[in-house]
Every structure is written in C-alpha cells, then in structure tokens.
C-alpha cells in the first residue's frame, strides 16, 4: 500500500513537472507575433521569398538600388529584427530614418520578417538555429535581384541569426550585429528564474521539451562559435554598456572570435544604443558599410 501510494505521489508529481516545463517551453518557443505598420519608405515594395532550409516563407519589403543617386551602386544591405519584433522594429523604436539614409546612400535594402514574426509562415522560435535560413534566403533573394555585395544589420535574436548566417555564407560580405548573444545556453541560465519566476530545477525539463517542440537542442546555439569563423570578414559589434539582458560582455566575446570592430555605446536597455544616439548610430554604420561594400 505504502508502495502504491508512493508511486502514486510520484506520478503526480512526474506530471506536475511537466506541465509546467511544457508552459515553460511553450512561451520561451513562441513569438508574440507583431504585425509591421505599413513602411514609411517611399518606393518600398512588397516581396516575399523561400528560406533556404525550404521550412517557411518570409515576408520582406525592398528598397532597390537608387540608379543615379550622388553615390554609385553599392550593393544591399539586409535588415533582421529581433524576438517578437517584426521589419520596420529592428531598433526598438523605428529603423525608417536609417533605412533612408542607407538608401540615399547608393544601397538597396531588405527588411525581413523572420519565420514566426510578421507575415511570414508560422514556425516555433529557435533563437538563430532555424532563422539563419531566413537570413540566408534574403541572400539568395537579392543575389537572383543581382546584387554580388550583401550586407546585414541584425539586432538581438536577429544579430545571433545573422552570425550563424554569415558563418555559413561567404556572399554575407558584411556584417553590423547589435546586441547578440554569444551564447543560448549561458543566456537562458542568466535569465530564466527573471523571466519565468520559478525555480531552476524546472528549466532542464523545459529544455528537453523545447528540444521536442522544435527538433533544436537550444543549448547548442553558440553565436561565438560562429564568430570564430568571420575572422577577416568586416564586423562591427555593438551593444549598450547598460543592457541588463544581454552584458556587454557577450559583445565583447565576440568581437574578440571574430576580429571585429567593437563599439560599447554608453546607453541603457537591450538594443538600446540607435535610441541613445540615432545619429551617431547612423553615421558608424553607414560608414562601415560604405567601407565594407565598396
């Protein structure tokens, strides 16, 4: 009786566990999808494209180059936004006034709704795993378009996604990643008892149920490692000396993997550095792109 009874308990308990691990993995998978307001570009179009994995459809407005313009033709330059964001919302705060001046510029541009965001096809978030595809999809997009010179601009999720892209992609000539993780396993363990409230011994159950719900094994999404390979490859980290979510720290690491320019801004919050100080954000950036893409 003692026995069936303890089993019992145990059970219960068992089950307990899971649920709340499976509520766990659920939310930390999942995007709060954010609908882009219509662009406030003149001449953006509509377009959308196969991700390279072939798994999602990705929704993008484009920019082409501007024939003409003072600048000759530089290439393109692709915009990747960050969890439960959409294009449009890189930045935290509006990317339209950059987006302008990087057109005028001479480059064409292509802002993206990564794969659960936007309007492009519903998927479960993987933090970079998945989402190198979109990425690289836009790649394949604009080379089709005729652009050789590539360029992307990721901030958050969309800066780690944006490494493991160019990692696996030598037409990513260059790279502005803003406030990207160096890795998802150091990340989850800093914030999970913040974000979710309870203990740490349920987050390894919400990680092998992540694991199912996804077929990632989101420990394994290491950024650093694929900075490691970018070395000779123009980069500019930056990232906000107050972020409280991800230290700067992270940008540190990785600017140091991959030999890259590094800018700490002195502002507060997560992607908190083109808020701080839009315009000398714009002019760095600009900069190095025109530097890079020439």
Known sequence: MILASTAVAAAVLLAGYA????????????????????????????????????????????????????????GAVVFVHGKDACRGDELKGGSADLVRRIHRAGFAVLMIDLRGHGHSSAARLTYGERERFDVLGAVDWLRAQGHGRIGVLGASMGAASTLLAAADEPAIAAVVADSAFADFGQMIERQYRKLSGLPGFVLPGALAIGRALTGVKLQRVRPLEAASRLAGRPCLLIHSAGDRFIPALDAQRLAAAARAELWITQSEGHIGSYRAEPAAYTERVLAFFARALA
């Open 19 to 74: 649920a709340v691990a499976g509520v766990v993995a659920g939310r930390f998978t999942t995007a709060q999808r954010k609908r882009p307001a219509p662009p406030a570009l003149a001449g953006a179009r509509s377009v959308s494209f196969a991700a390279r994995d072939g798994m999602a459809r990705i929704a993008a407005w484009y920019l082409p180059e501007r024939f003409g313009a003072a600048q000759p033709a530089r």
